[in-house]
């Protein structure tokens, strides 16, 4: 038990490639909407909008559901982020690589068993360089 991190951006991570590594092909393209059929539902469809990277059901298409954690929670129906992470990891991992790495303090392992995502920066790799603050008005 510990905290182990996943190396993967699952935030900004594409919807469409989430659905692929699932094994869901779209049924239907319409621009930026693509049609699969429901993940989580025998019965029913999703369509994910590529350019906002969020997806609705089309039972009812006015709501916009989110986002890659609402979807992972639809299909495994916990609201528990570490499960989450767990569960979107497991399913990339068919796709590409996807490492994890175990964290422990002082060589001791913690209690709890904490799993979170994040893009892993080598030591060697420059630091990502901030946007520089515009100049504020003066008064």
């Given at each position: 038990m510990g905290l182990?991190?996943?190396d993967l951006d699952i935030k900004n991570l594409p919807l469409e490639d989430f659905m692929k590594a699932m094994g869901?092909?779209?049924v239907n393209r319409n621009g930026n909407f693509l049609t699969f059929e429901s993940p989580?539902?025998?019965?029913g469809e999703i369509v994910v909008d590529t350019s906002a990277n969020g997806w609705y059901d089309t039972k009812q298409p006015d709501k916009l559901y989110g986002g890659i954690y609402d979807l992972a929670y639809e299909i495994i129906g916990s609201a528990n982020k570490s499960e989450l992470n767990l569960f979107i990891a497991s399913e990339m991992k068919?796709?590409?690589e996807v490492k994890m790495y175990d964290v422990t303090a002082n060589g001791k392992e913690t209690d709890g068993n904490i799993i979170v995502a994040a893009p892993v920066r080598k030591a060697d790799q420059p630091k990502p360089e901030q946007p520089k603050r515009k100049r504020g008005m003066r008064l």
């Open positions: 182990t991190v996943i869901f092909e779209p989580y539902s025998t019965k068919k796709v590409r």
